[in-house]
Structure formats: structure tokens, C-alpha cells
């Protein structure tokens, strides 16, 4: 298992937005001393619910005062992205941080996001899977260019030119049925956000599993998952800590993406977020669409996540992980302090643990 932090930015803390990006940022920084595998970030625009607009930026800082993590931009949002200016921003990280960056690929889902970019969202799914060909092709032969319906790019030679890129090396978020289908058309590894309870995806992604392979001629990879987490040593501070800031978290997400917007039920890939917007309206309201969002990700002291990751495992097979431990406006005394718990005490054995096959999809 690959265990890496993800940057959500998110500044709830009240301070200069300057000051916070420090702050945030540092987090990828010692994540490498810790132990951590990757460091990855959003991207994100216009508000406090994700303040880093180029993770790609971002990650050349990082590059220059790490050694070894790997660098995840998780994810570069190709509907607001040239694909000729993301291959040369992923080629000039790779050749400065010496062949550490993974790309990740998204195609966003906030229409605040893509109003201010100019775009339409109902043209997401097009953008995307016209860009990712695009980016990938680019980052295997050096040369871009495109005749597509969003697209037309005369043939372009990329410098620094691009070296060992293969789709091993590239994944894309799929949380929606028409995602994870493409993930698997192209070839590439998925990353998925907890958002409940994991047995309600294992037909979305078992479905990927057997289009990968059928597609490709072999087993397809461990997925990414996303976690938001709560490390700390007792029960009565899981309590505090899920109260404080996850919440705020949870109610962020929802207004952000707008849950449930009319405006989804048009777009039938966006279901996943037409029926988060219904579990909010259901039985329970958003007291148990909240309380489910807390069961899917890892929140307890470290005795629970590990067993909340064979449980997981039991249910999903392997998978690795980037695990953002800041957020709700937690302060950073309070994300160090996670981290570094859940470095020293889950993160080895996450590691060793090995799972049973995973559960069939009804």
C-alpha cells in the first residue's frame, strides 16, 4: 500500500489567505520526513472551500525542498486546463523534481468553478475525455496535437521533452459510473473521495475492474482513495474532533457542489451527485447523509483506523491512499499532531496488511 497526504486548502482558519498557503503547503513538506509517500493537491478556485488554483505550481516548491515523496497533483482539472500548457507544466516538474510527479486528471463538478472559467459543465464529460487522450499521448511521445471537437491543436514538440511517461503513471477521479468507465477504457488508475458506505460502490468498481481488464489484458491496479481523517488516542476526542471540524467539512462540501442541484438532473454524469443530493433529502435528512459520510472515511483513534482499513480491504480489496488531515479550520499544531500519530502508529501497519479478495457486487 502507497500512503500520501492530499492538500485540500481549504481556509476556514480565519487568517490572510498569504500566510495560509504557507502554512498549507508546509504540510507536503513534512510529509517526507514522516514517511509519506505522496504529496498530492486539489485544484481549485474562487472560494475558501479549496484555495489552490495550480497544484502543478505548487508542487515545484515542494519539489525543490523534498528528495524522494512523489508528487501528485490530485487532480488537474482538465475542462479549465489547455492540454498543451498541462503537458509542459507536468514535463518542466518531472524533469526539475527527477521523474516524481504522478498526474492526476479530473474533470470537475462545481458549476460556481466552471461559470468563472467560462465554461459549460454539461460539456464536461466531452472536455475531459478529449483533453486526457490528448495529455496522454503528449506525455508518451513528446508531440501534441489534435483535431477534436473541442479541440484543434497543429502538431507542437514539448521541451523539456517529456521522459518515461506511461499510463502507470497517470490516473483520474471517478466518482461517477461514465468516469469510472473511462478510467478503465484508457488505462488508467482511478482515485475515488469517501462519500459512505463502500459496499454502495462495489458495483461501479468492480465494473471498472473487468472493463480494465477485458480492455487491457491485465488486472488493473490498486485504486486511490481519499480520506478525510481524525488520528488521535481516545474516543472522547474523536468525538470532539468529528464535531468541530469534520462537520464543517462535510457542510462545505455540499455547498460547494451544490448536492442535489436541479441542475445535475440533466446531466446523467453527475448521477452520483443527484443521489448525494437525495440522501441529503431522505429519511434522516442531512443528519444521516452526514453521519454516512463520517462511516466512509477513516475517523478514530489509531486501534479503530486499522481496523476500519481491514474492514475496508475485506470489502474493496487493495487500494492506497492520500489522507488530508487538514481541514474545518483545524490548526496546525492539531494537523501535525495527527499526521504524525497516524505515521507512527497506523501507517506501518496499513502497509504490511494484506486483503482478502473483496466482495463480490450484488
Given at each position: 500500500m502507497q500512503i500520501g497526504v492530499h492538500l485540500g486548502f481549504q481556509n476556514l482558519h480565519g487568517m490572510p489567505d498569504m500566510e495560509f498557503f504557507r502554512k498549507e503547503t508546509q504540510i507536503a513538506i513534512e510529509a517526507e520526513a514522516m514517511g509519506f509517500d505522496f504529496a498530492a493537491m486539489v485544484e481549485h478556485h474562487f472560494t475558501d472551500y479549496a484555495a489552490c488554483p495550480d497544484p502543478l505550481q505548487a508542487l515545484s516548491y515542494v519539489a525543490a525542498k523534498t528528495k524522494t515523496i512523489k508528487l501528485m497533483p490530485a487532480a488537474v482539472i482538465l475542462p479549465w486546463n489547455d492540454p498543451v500548457r498541462v503537458v509542459e507544466k507536468v514535463a518542466m516538474l518531472d524533469s526539475l523534481s527527477e521523474g516524481r510527479v504522478i498526474l492526476g486528471m479530473g474533470r470537475g463538478a462545481a458549476r460556481r468553478e466552471f461559470n468563472g472559467f467560462r465554461k459549460d459543465i454539461a460539456d464536461s464529460r466531452e472536455l475531459f475525455d478529449e483533453a486526457a487522450l490528448i495529455i496522454m499521448d503528449g506525455?508518451?511521445?513528446?508531440?501534441?496535437?489534435?483535431?477534436?471537437?473541442?479541440?484543434?491543436?497543429?502538431?507542437?514538440?514539448?521541451?523539456?521533452?517529456?521522459?518515461?511517461?506511461?499510463r502507470d503513471r497517470m490516473l483520474m477521479v471517478s466518482m461517477s459510473p461514465s468516469s469510472a468507465e473511462v478510467a478503465a477504457e484508457y488505462g488508467l488508475k482511478a482515485l475515488r473521495f469517501s462519500q459512505g458506505d463502500w459496499s454502495h460502490s462495489m458495483k461501479e468498481i468492480n465494473a471498472y475492474r473487468s472493463t480494465f481488464e477485458a480492455k487491457h489484458g491485465k488486472k488493473a491496479p490498486p485504486f486511490v482513495i481519499s480520506d478525510f481523517v481524525v488520528c488521535v488516542d481516545t474516543e472522547e476526542q474523536v468525538a470532539e474532533y468529528t464535531d468541530e471540524y469534520f462537520a464543517k467539512q462535510f457542510y462545505q462540501v455540499a455547498n460547494h457542489y451544490e448536492w442535489g442541484g436541479e441542475h445535475f438532473k440533466n446531466m446523467p454524469s453527475y448521477a452520483t451527485y443527484v443521489a448525494l443530493g437525495d440522501a441529503m433529502n431522505a429519511a434522516g435528512g442531512p443528519e444521516k447523509a452526514y453521519k454516512d459520510y463520517i462511516g466512509g472515511n477513516l475517523i478514530g483513534t489509531p486501534a479503530q483506523l486499522i481496523e476500519k482499513d481491514a474492514m475496508r480491504k475485506a470489502t474493496v480489496g487493495d487500494y492506497d491512499i492520500i489522507a488530508n488531515f487538514s481541514y474545518g479550520g483545524m490548526s496546525y499544531d492539531r494537523v501535525y499532531d495527527q499526521m504524525k500519530r497516524f505515521a507512527d502508529k497506523v501507517m506501518p501497519t496499513l502497509r504490511e496488511s494484506a486483503s482478502a479478495e473483496p466482495v463480490a457486487a450484488e
Open positions: 506525455l508518451e511521445t513528446g508531440t501534441v496535437k489534435a483535431n477534436t471537437k473541442h479541440f484543434q491543436q497543429p502538431e507542437v514538440e514539448i521541451r523539456p521533452r517529456p521522459e518515461g511517461w506511461t
